[in-house]
């Protein structure tokens, strides 16, 4: 098979290349390794890195890296400051990626850069996809307080505790406002004349006791622009440098998940606050931050009078961006549940919750992007656990792949849910064949609805696309073309956290209590690829740029 490049364009906020931000585009090529042995390369930065990201991270943030390979049996993480164009070479090696970095300054040398690449690797596929931009720290409050990107640790006060399941199915920190819990970070960050985005996921135990209730802030004085903090003010999410803010329009409500995210945008000074992925606020000639020094803190903030305003409930997955992110970067960031290529060994979550992941008995095979799951045996699945949100009663909610059969003969399992990992519990098949080979998308609400699309064509790519709300009800699309509505509206979840099972019912089999309705809950035998799970309904011109990647 031939070697692949993919080109991936990056924002990085901070001055690698030595010089202002800007975009950087890094080369991916799999079972390639970069050998750099000649007099004029210098020696490679050695680590350890428990995932092609975390390599990736680590060159990112490096002011001089040029090339970087990962070994995805060692985990070894090799970083260098030389170019593939300019010194040693690349060669073959199985499981090794390796990714060059090309500054976008330097654009009108990538021509010279795509020819010296195919001198060395002759008839390489180039292809270019999106790629999420790297936060700078990260506090994913599984069991601890550390910031798995960067080094501003934290450290609980008052004895915090950690809640599960969180958002991903793991644990949250756990804070109760009547102890003063919370946690403070010493190490200073630069929040000065700069643009900055703050995400996080929130439950609300009450919104007793006060009316200011802090989730993140950088304290240096009480006086205008020398306090940065977002809180949640009178029932609404807010970012505040002090008498220069911003308000949400949306009223919170006790008791439910909610994605926030502050944002300021220093070249047009502007401060925003979004709500599940949605502008919530704007407030436009807003002054930037001023304050040089300061602790950050995570849920609560000093007030004006030095009193603590700590937070009553769970935080979890807060990130910190040192840029301001866009309207459809914080959409995904909110809503993208999980996602996954299929385009590399060991299988990971790509979406932002970084879900767990179990795979037995399938392997990667040419997909219909880039690489794909292959199911060739009754034993073969994929899972994916750590779904919340579908949990939640009248949750909108959208699956997408893409599916190729080797036979239309009897039905099959794509999308099996269950509260237990052996497919049974609360459980039920999203997304499957019936016997006469027809895709079938289901919903539930104490008794089951569908909708029936066409038999599909073998050995064909066949974009499936289903979505539910409770405005639109049931919706199935197939290759971006709608095919049917079931207007039902309603969607009775389990109220626990759910784990979906691909190709596979397990032991949720017909003659179960799993509610699948025309699809025969048996075994998927062929390839899968580009699998999908948001927490709200995609619209049709969604549902067309996944069909047309």
């Not at 990667?364 to 073969?380: A, C, I, P, W």
Request: glycine residues 8%; charged residues 10%.
């Amino acid at each position: 098979m031939l070697p692949t490049i993919i080109v991936f364009y990056f924002a990085i906020p901070t001055t690698s290349f030595g010089q202002n931000p800007s975009q950087l585009m890094l080369s991916q090529m799999n079972d390639i390794q970069y050998d750099c042995s000649l007099p004029s390369c210098s020696l490679p930065t050695i680590l350890t890195a428990s995932s092609l990201i975390n390599c990736q991270i680590f060159c990112l943030k490096s002011s001089d890296c040029r090339t970087l390979t990962f070994d995805q049996l060692s985990n070894q993480c090799l970083v260098f400051s030389n170019h593939p164009s300019h010194d040693g070479s690349l060669t073959t090696q199985i499981g090794s990626i390796t990714m060059i970095a090309i500054d976008q300054r330097a654009r009108q040398q990538r021509p010279q850069h795509h020819r010296r690449l195919q001198q060395q690797l002759p008839a390489l596929l180039v292809t270019t996809t999106a790629l999420y931009y790297v936060p700078t720290s990260l506090w994913r409050f599984d069991n601890t307080t550390l910031d798995s990107l960067s080094n501003l640790n934290g450290v609980g006060v008052n004895s915090p505790a950690f809640k599960v399941p969180g958002i991903n199915g793991r644990a949250a920190l756990s804070l109760t406002r009547s102890q003063n819990q919370y946690v403070t970070i010493s190490t200073y960050q630069n929040f000065t004349y700069t643009s900055f985005t703050i995400e996080m996921w929130i439950y609300i135990n009450s919104l007793s006791g006060g009316n200011t209730f802090g989730l993140f802030s950088q304290r240096e004085n009480a006086t205008t622009n020398h306090l940065l903090i977002s809180f949640i003010w009178n029932n609404h999410l807010a970012l505040s440098f002090y008498s220069n803010d911003v308000i949400g329009s949306t009223t919170l409500s006790l008791y439910a998940w909610y994605h926030a995210t502050l944002v300021y945008d220093y070249p047009s000074r502007t401060q925003a606050v979004y709500l599940n992925g949605y502008q919530d606020g704007i407030h436009t000639s807003a002054d930037p931050y001023l304050g040089t020094v300061g602790a950050i803190t995570i849920g609560m903030f000093n007030d004006s009078t030095n009193a603590v305003q700590a937070f009553d409930g769970y935080i979890d997955e807060v990130s910190l961006t040192m840029r301001s992110k866009n309207a459809t970067e914080i959409l995904n960031d909110a809503t993208l549940t999980t996602y996954h290529s299929f385009d590399s060994i060991p299988f990971v979550d790509s979406g932002p919750l970084a879900l767990g992941v179990i795979a037995s008995g399938v392997n990667l095979v040419t997909g219909r992007v880039n690489q794909s799951l292959n199911f060739t045996t009754n034993s073969s699945y994929y899972q994916v656990s750590g779904f919340v949100l579908l949990g939640v009663s009248n949750q909108p909610f959208s699956f997408a792949l893409w599916t190729k059969r080797t036979t239309t003969a009897g039905g099959a399992t794509l999308v099996h849910m269950s509260t237990l990992m052996n497919g049974t519990g609360w459980c039920v098949d999203w997304l499957g064949f019936s016997s006469s080979g027809q895709i079938v998308a289901t919903g539930w609400n104490s008794m089951g609805y569908q909708v029936v699309g066409p038999v599909f064509s073998t050995n064909v790519w066949t974009h499936v696309v289903s979505t539910y709300s409770p405005t639109n009800g049931l919706r199935l699309y197939v290759n971006g073309t709608l095919m049917g509505t079931a207007d039902t509206r309603t969607y009775n979840a389990s109220e626990q956290v759910n784990i979906l099972t691909l190709g596979n019912p397990l032991k949720g089999l017909n003659g179960t209590s799993c509610n699948s309705m025309a699809i025969v809950t048996t075994p998927y035998i062929g390839y899968l690829d580009e699998f999908y799970v948001y927490s709200r309904e995609l619209s049709g011109a969604d549902v067309l740029a996944l069909a047309n990647p």
